[in-house]
């Protein structure tokens, strides 16, 4: 039983976490929306898990990298983190591209050095 997978999670969340600080994405920029956003992302996606389980499409796969710790049946625990940054990585990709669209239609739509 290891925690790399856990680990390397851990460390891609707290890198959003720095992002989303440096930049007001998500959290950093409406919280209680950004709380309800990211629930909504990890119960539907924890649902869809479980459903595919429940039919046997899903499994857990054995590797050393893992915990072996499990929250349901085939369900480990470093789902539940992966699918927290897959959502948290969205929702600031999201406001990202939003911010730097935003931005460059206040410049007018031309870039800098451009001949038009």
């Known amino acids: ?8 999670l851990l460390l891609s969340l707290g890198a959003m976490v720095l ?6 994405l998500f959290f950093w920029w409406n919280p209680g929306r950004a709380a309800i956003v990211l629930a909504a992302g990890l119960v539907f996606f924890l649902a869809w898990d479980l459903f595919g ?6 499994y857990r796969g054995e590797t050393t990298l893992m915990t072996g710790l499990l929250l349901a049946p085939e369900l480990p ?19 990202g591209a939003h911010l730097l669209l935003a931005a460059r239609a206040t410049r007018g739509g031309v870039d800098e050095g451009s001949d038009g």
């Open 19 to 24: 992002l989303d600080h440096r930049f007001r």
């Open 77 to 95: 625990v470093e789902e539940f983190f992966f699918l927290t940054f897959l959502c948290y990585l969205t929702m600031n990709a999201v406001q």
């Open 53 to 58: 389980i429940g039919l046997g499409i899903f």
């Open 1 to 8: 039983m290891t925690f790399a997978y856990l680990l390397t």
